[in-house]
């Protein structure tokens, strides 16, 4: 498809365990981000990739969440060692911009609901 | 980062018109203002964007102050599909800068 797409777009663990949500961004998008987002709250930023260099990894909540994007295209976002609290729904974003310039939207897929047991 | 201030909820009957405000009062000179919308277990979809002059695409206008503190969504006329949280953030053009997002302004449309 043209939009951006996530996978899964559930998923259910048991706390303690490792998951992998991945992210395919529009082709040839420059820009990526992820995004949490937690009930009735509005998305917070995790992180910011341009291309396969990961620019901005500020959002990350702890040393238990990685993510990835070697080839510049697919990212994945990895939390290792699940908690409760890592229950929300992860969104992707990309942009064409390089630097991700705010004269480009981002466009969003719709999100990977993770929940953790 | 440049912080926005929206209404939690309104209400607007539908297809009537509705203006969905957002204040930006720390907005600098580069920063771009825009909007997004956001459907019940859907991702943010995005709906317009501006600097400082006012905007019209095919799903809404958006107006801006003439300070760039403060800016409008226009919906013309509301459907029922609208209803949304609607999003209102800055992003930067002098080089990358981090989004934040509020909370929203929940919006509800009434048959």
């Known amino acids: 498809g043209a939009g951006v797409s996530q996978s899964p777009r559930y998923k259910v663990a048991k706390r303690g365990q490792d998951v992998a949500l991945r992210c395919d961004p529009i082709s040839g998008h420059v820009s990526l981000f992820w995004y949490q987002q937690a009930l009735g709250q509005g998305p917070e930023f995790l992180t910011y990739f341009q291309n396969e260099a990961q620019l901005d990894k500020s959002g990350l909540p702890s040393d238990r969440f990685f993510a990835e994007r070697p080839e510049g295209s697919v990212s994945t976002l990895k939390i290792q060692r699940t908690q409760q609290e890592d229950s929300a729904v992860y969104l992707c974003?990309?942009?064409?911009?390089?630097?991700?310039?705010?004269?480009?939207?981002?466009?969003f897929g719709d999100g990977t609901r993770l929940s953790i047991l | 980062d440049a912080k926005t201030t929206q209404p939690n909820s309104m209400e607007s009957n539908e297809e009537e018109p509705v203006h969905l405000p957002c204040n930006h009062s720390?907005?600098?000179?580069?920063?771009?203002i825009h909007w997004y919308r956001q459907l019940p277990s859907q991702g943010p979809e995005y709906v317009i964007h501006?600097?400082?002059s006012n905007v019209n695409n095919r799903m809404a206008s958006l107006a801006i102050a003439e300070d760039r503190k403060s800016s409008t969504l226009i919906l013309h006329r509301a459907t029922l599909r609208d209803a949304a949280v609607y999003y209102c953030?800055?992003?930067?053009?002098?080089?990358?800068?981090?989004?934040?997002f509020g909370t929203g302004t929940k919006l509800q449309v009434i048959p």
């Open positions: 501006g600097l400082t």
């Open positions: 953030i800055l992003r930067g053009s002098g080089g990358y800068q981090k989004v934040t």
């Open positions: 974003a990309s942009s064409s911009a390089q630097g991700a310039l705010g004269n480009q939207p981002q466009h």
């Open positions: 720390t907005i600098s000179g580069t920063d771009y």
